[in-house]
T-cell receptor, first 112, second 114 residues
Framework: NAGVTQTPKFQVLKTGQSMTLQCAQD?????MSWYRQDPGMGLRLIHY???????DQGEVPNGYNVSRSTTEDFPLRLLSAAPSQTSVYFC???????????FGNGTRLTVT | GQQVMQIPQYQHVQEGEDFTTYCNSS?????IQWYKQRPGGHPVFLIQ?????EVKKQKRLTFQFGEAKKNSSLHITATQTTDVGTYFC??????????????FGEGTQLTVNP
C-alpha cells in the first residue's frame, strides 16, 4: 500500500515549457488536491477534486490545469512554465471532507 | 476569504525547553487539523480538533481548540531533537461546505539545539 505517489521528485524546466506532474493514490479516496509550498507561505491550494470527473479551483489556480478521469489519478499540468512557478508541489488525498490529508513526497520544480 | 495566521514563524529552543505555536483564523472553523513536516519531507497529520474548547494530548504534545473555534495552539513539553520540523495548522471554515478548501497557516519552524 503505497498511499500517494508523486512523480517526478525533481524537475527543471525552461520558461515557456509545459509538463505534467503525476499523482496517483491507491487508497480509493474521493478527495484529491494539489498544493504548492513556498518559504514563509505555508501550503496554498491550487486545484482540488471531490471525485472522478469533478475538479475545481483553489486559491492559486492560474497557470495550472487538472483533470480527474479516474479515482486513482490526479495529474497537474503546467501550461507554460514561469519562474514564479518554482516551488515544491504536493499532492494529497483524503477519504472525506473532514478526514486527514495524506500527502505524497512532493515534486521540487525549478523554472529557469 | 478565510485566512489562517500562525505565530511565531520561527522558534529556536534548547533541548528540554517548552515550545508553543499559535493559530488564529479570521472566521469560525468547523474543525482544525495539525500537521508536522520534517526538513525535506512532506506534511504528516498529527491530530484533529472539532469541539469548542477541546484539549487533546499525544505524549508531550498538547493541542487546544479555542472556545470560539477561531484559534488553536500546539504545546510541546520538554522538546527533543526529534521534534525538529515545521508545524502547520489547517482549518475548514463553517461556511465551506465542500470540505476541500482546507486553509493552511504559514507554519512554525522549530529548531532544537541539543
Amino acid at each position: 500500500n503505497a498511499g500517494v505517489t508523486q512523480t517526478p521528485k525533481f524537475q527543471v524546466l525552461k520558461t515557456g515549457q509545459s509538463m505534467t506532474l503525476q499523482c496517483a493514490q491507491d487508497m480509493n479516496h474521493e478527495y484529491m488536491s494539489w498544493y504548492r509550498q513556498d518559504p514563509g507561505m505555508g501550503l496554498r491550494l491550487i486545484h482540488y477534486s471531490v471525485g472522478a470527473g469533478i475538479t475545481d479551483q483553489g486559491e492559486v489556480p492560474n497557470g495550472y490545469n487538472v483533470s480527474r478521469s479516474t479515482t486513482e489519478d490526479f495529474p497537474l499540468r503546467l501550461l507554460s512554465a514561469a519562474p514564479s512557478q518554482t516551488s515544491v508541489y504536493f499532492c494529497a488525498a483524503r477519504r472525506g471532507k473532514d478526514s486527514p490529508l495524506h500527502f505524497g513526497n512532493g515534486t521540487r520544480l525549478t523554472v529557469t | 476569504g478565510q485566512q489562517v495566521m500562525q505565530i511565531p514563524q520561527y522558534q529556536h529552543v534548547q533541548e528540554g525547553e517548552d515550545f508553543t505555536t499559535y493559530c488564529n483564523s479570521s472566521t469560525t472553523l468547523s474543525n482544525i487539523q495539525w500537521y508536522k513536516q520534517r526538513p525535506g519531507g512532506h506534511p504528516v497529520f498529527l491530530i484533529q480538533l472539532v469541539k469548542s474548547g477541546e484539549v487533546k494530548k499525544q505524549k508531550r504534545l498538547t493541542f487546544q481548540f479555542g472556545e470560539a473555534k477561531k484559534n488553536s495552539s500546539l504545546h510541546i513539553t520538554a522538546t527533543q531533537t526529534t521534534d525538529v520540523g515545521t508545524y502547520f495548522c489547517a482549518g475548514r471554515g463553517v461556511g465551506e461546505t465542500s470540505g476541500s478548501r482546507l486553509t493552511f497557516g504559514e507554519g512554525t519552524q522549530l529548531t532544537v539545539n541539543p
